[in-house]
């Protein structure tokens, strides 16, 4: 069983749709939560990060942390074609800049 | 500031071929990864170094593969007698001792296809 389970999708979805994309993780030692975002033939961008509970909110974007159910969720609201992307979950233990652990990516697709 | 260069983008080589891939850091970022990332399938952690010190290996790290950063700036990634199975995208990533948890900086990555 790996670490960090992510659906791979492809998920596709009309414009201005609301996008969930979720991952499950075993490891109770993971304490910070990324979500990246890559394009095709590009590397993995940083989307946003979180190490508590709970939601947290920036523009369009909101990502959910569950540690009870070791569970995090990003939501995309009025989705457009440009986000267009895979998205990859990301998880790390505490510690000095220790390695990340992601997930395999879920494909989305946002049509006009 | 250019961010995380990576060269060559793409390589093909034949099995047994020796390989080595070089990435150029954001200049202030001490920190630089590489990770591997194969079709389909999220980037796995390959090695850490912070400055010139490789702090971190993972077992995925066979013994054909070595990664160097002699003046803790560019760092190499060499891999001998390659495989079939070496064939993926090797990402370089760096970081800042300042940034937030988990924010790495990515290149746009060396392909590698392995014949």
């Known amino acids: 069983q790996k670490e960090v389970e992510q659906d791979p999708g492809p998920l596709s979805v009309p414009e201005g749709a609301i996008v969930s994309l979720n991952c499950t993780y075993s490891n109770s030692a993971f304490q910070y939560f990324m979500w990246y975002r890559q394009y095709s033939r590009k590397g993995p961008e940083l989307l946003m990060y979180t190490y508590s509970s709970g939601n947290k909110e920036d523009g369009r974007f909101t990502a959910q942390v569950d540690k009870s159910s070791k569970y995090i969720s990003l939501f995309i609201r009025d989705s457009q074609p440009s986000d267009s992307a895979t998205y990859l979950c990301?998880?790390?233990?505490?510690?000095?800049?220790?390695?990340?652990?992601f997930g395999t990516g879920t494909r989305l697709q946002v049509t006009l | 500031d250019t961010g995380v260069s990576q060269d060559p983008r793409h390589k093909i080589t034949k099995r047994g071929q020796n390989v080595t891939f070089r990435c150029d850091p954001i200049s202030e970022h001490n920190r630089l990864y590489w990770y591997r990332q194969t079709l389909g399938q999220g980037p796995e952690f390959l090695t850490y170094f912070q400055n010139e010190a490789q702090l971190e290996k993972s077992r995925l790290l066979s013994d054909r593969f070595s990664a160097e950063r002699p003046k803790g700036s560019f760092s190499t990634l060499e891999i001998q007698r390659t495989e079939q199975g070496d064939s993926a995208m090797y990402l370089c990533?760096?970081?800042?001792?300042?940034?937030?948890?988990?924010?790495?900086?990515f290149g746009e990555g060396s392909r590698l296809t392995v014949l």
């Open positions: 990301a998880m790390r233990t505490a510690g000095t800049a220790s390695k990340l652990t």
């Open positions: 990533a760096s970081s800042s001792p300042l940034a937030g948890p988990g924010e790495l900086f």
